[in-house]
């Protein structure tokens, strides 16, 4: 199993271009989550799909869309890049949001850097 | 969430137990203990979670006090790939609002392991 992946790697914008992050996992989860991660600030949660054909807004959501694909993706669009976005973006699974102990399995990050 | 307050580093030598604290003082009854880690340049990768029994699996044990009210997360042989940000979070049992699937991660403690 490839757990979680995430594409693209690494990717640079300028202000104002769009782009989308995509996820994918194999584990047949039913939640899916994206974070980012910037220094001395650990990591927010900016939404997450408690289960196919349902998202919501976590903590740090403006400036950010979601796309539940399908139960295996879940992508995470900016639509008007900012340099505040700057970040490492993670995407994260789990068997069922809301049902304990909610383990999630990370994917490698997509680090964007916005000029 | 519930606080955790956890040391900002600690080294080791390889091959030698680790152990990580934990304080959680303000944890309530059903409050999940979990542990994850950050290896550089890599996502969050759990490693293991417990309630109120100590518990073992493959990576590491998990030593819960008696009260709760703080854990430590034991490394019995460290290795040079365990050097890592070692993450303890709480997870209520029925998070709900914006609690959410949300994972809180702190600070987390920086290991150091030397050869």
């Known amino acids: 199993n490839a757990g979680v992946t995430q594409t693209p790697k690494f990717q640079v914008l300028k202000t104002g271009q769009s782009m989308t992050l995509q996820c994918a996992q194999d584990?047949?989860?039913?939640?899916m989550y994206w974070y980012r991660q910037d220094p001395g600030m650990g990591l927010r949660l900016i939404y997450y799909?408690?289960?196919?054909?349902?998202?919501d807004k976590g903590e740090v959501p403006n400036g950010y869309n979601v796309s539940r694909l399908n139960k295996r993706e879940f992508s995470l669009r900016l639509e008007s890049a900012a340099p505040s976005q700057t970040s490492v973006y993670f995407c994260?699974?789990?068997?069922?949001?809301?049902?304990?102990?909610?383990?999630?399995?990370f994917g490698p990050g997509t680090r964007l850097l916005v000029l | 969430d519930a606080k955790t307050t956890q040391p900002n580093s600690m080294e080791s030598n390889e091959e030698e137990p680790v152990h990580l604290p934990c304080n959680h003082s303000?944890?309530?009854?059903?409050?999940?203990i979990h542990w994850y880690r950050q290896l550089p340049s890599q996502g969050p990768e759990y490693v293991i979670h417990?309630?109120?029994s100590n518990v073992n699996n493959r990576m590491a044990s998990l030593a819960i006090a008696e009260d709760r009210k703080s854990s430590t997360l034991i490394l019995h042989r460290a290795t040079l790939r365990d050097a890592a940000v070692y993450y303890c979070?709480?997870?209520?049992?029925?998070?709900?609002?914006?609690?959410?699937?949300?994972?809180?991660f702190g600070q987390g403690t920086i290991l150091t392991v030397h050869p």
């Open positions: 303000t944890i309530s009854g059903t409050d999940y």
């Open positions: 994260a699974s789990s068997e069922q949001a809301g049902r304990p102990p909610e383990t999630q399995y």
């Open positions: 584990m047949n989860h039913n939640s």
């Open positions: 417990g309630l109120t």
């Open positions: 799909s408690a289960s196919e054909g349902t998202t």
């Open positions: 979070i709480l997870r209520p049992a029925n998070a709900g609002g914006t609690s959410y699937g949300k994972l809180t």
